[in-house]
């Protein structure tokens, strides 16, 4: 097999929101693997709003990629040469395999180990992947729904967004979905079962109050900044705000300023709270393992927008950012 492999190195630190003038394609030689090793040939590459913060050095959770450095990324692979027992040639996984054709990794890249016929090698990257896993834990263990309460998302129509409106759903609950397009508002209710939408670019307050007259009893906030000021004053007493992702924000240095929600909080009896997908691993399969029964069954859609070939990554992950994706966004590479 040749060593040789093409993959896109960050090129330049971005501020803000990253351009495809960041990323560069490039190729290098695969180094002999050491005892251990694997080598994985990736199938699908994930694209993910989180990329944004592995390539900015403003408030990281991890260290941000290095210039020069293959693009931190998510993907399926399967294991092309092997070093490692428990890792046999042909077995696909979901693991950190960079934006690349091939990678050279160990065990502890790897998140989960998929099988396919559980569902398709895309759907593992997407609905059994983090998008599904947030969907799924996000809702329920912070959101807590009950039959009969409201639930609003925001980016409803997006990887997580669509599944998490159909997961309340599911739960009994009355499912509004805020999003920025009456085409992407009006495939929210005709194939993610929620019961109404908003489009963010109205005036959140009015717009709500319209669409959620009894208020709003979980707030699922995949976005953050002034959608979430706006649906956070529309709260019912005793509400659950998930704070699953903050895509509206285009930097966070300095930090942006906004109404302060302290009071709303207190006299609503608000609960909030973070949630990082990757502090759950020991759960992932038994979750994955219902949502593949719930997709089975008919009872969940995951749409994905698969674009083809490693040097469309860059310009995906800026088109996620504009809105321009329908469903989860992954790019194929042959096999
Ligand atoms: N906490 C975790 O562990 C975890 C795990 C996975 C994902 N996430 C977060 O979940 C969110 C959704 O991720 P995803 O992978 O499913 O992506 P996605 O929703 O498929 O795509 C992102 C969507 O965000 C919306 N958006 C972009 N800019 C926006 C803005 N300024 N204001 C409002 N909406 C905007 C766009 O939809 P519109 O056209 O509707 O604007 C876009 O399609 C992200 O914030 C991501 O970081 C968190």
Redesign the pocket.
Same mark, same amino acid.
């Given at each position: 097999m040749s060593r040789s492999n093409r993959r896109i190195i960050l090129a330049s630190r971005p501020v803000g929101i990253p351009q495809a003038r960041h990323f560069e394609l490039t190729t290098a030689e695969l180094p002999a693997l050491a005892d251990g090793e694997l080598l994985v040939e990736n199938v699908y590459l994930s694209v993910?709003? *989180?990329q944004r913060g592995y390539v900015n050095d403003e408030d990281n959770y991890a260290p941000p990629v290095a210039v020069g450095a293959v693009m931190r990324a998510l993907a399926i692979g399967r294991v092309a040469e092997s070093q490692h027992d428990a890792y046999p040639v042909g077995d696909y996984l979901y693991g950190w395999f960079g934006w690349q054709e091939r990678c050279v990794c160990r065990p502890d890249a790897v998140l989960r180990r998929v099988d396919p016929r559980q569902a398709s090698l895309s759907a593992a990257a997407g609905l059994l992947g +983090? @998008?599904g896993l947030?969907a799924w834990m996000a809702l329920h263990d912070i959101g807590r729904p009950r039959s009969g309460e409201t639930v609003v998302i925001? %980016?409803a %129509? /997006? *990887?997580? /967004?669509a599944l998490a409106g159909q997961l309340a759903h599911l739960a009994g609950c009355r499912v509004v979905a805020v =999003? !920025?397009?009456d085409d992407?508002g009006r495939r929210c209710v005709a194939d993610y079962r929620y019961d109404a939408y908003l489009d &963010?670019h109205q005036h959140i307050g009015d717009g709500l109050r319209r669409v959620c007259p009894e208020g709003v009893d979980v707030y699922f906030d @995949? =976005?953050g900044g002034d #959608?979430a000021d706006g649906v956070i004053r529309q709260m019912n007493r005793d509400g659950r705000v998930i704070q699953? /992702?903050? #895509?509206?924000i285009p930097c966070w240095v300095p930090p942006p300023q906004g109404p302060r929600n302290e009071r709303e909080i207190l006299t609503r009896r608000l609960r909030m709270q973070g949630? =990082? +997908?990757f502090d759950h691993a020991a759960r992932y399969d038994a979750v994955a393992a219902e949502l593949a029964a719930l997709a089975a069954s008919g009872k969940l859609r995951c749409d994905e927008d698969i674009e083809q070939g490693l040097e469309r990554a860059p310009q995906a992950l800026v088109d =996620? &950012?504009a !809105?321009r @994706?329908t469903g989860?966004?992954l790019i194929q590479l042959p096999l």
């Open positions: 993910d709003p *989180a +983090i @998008n947030t925001s %980016a %129509a /997006g *990887a997580v /967004g =999003v !920025g397009s992407k &963010y @995949n =976005v #959608i699953c /992702g903050t #895509i509206s949630f =990082v +997908i =996620v &950012y !809105g @994706n989860k966004k």
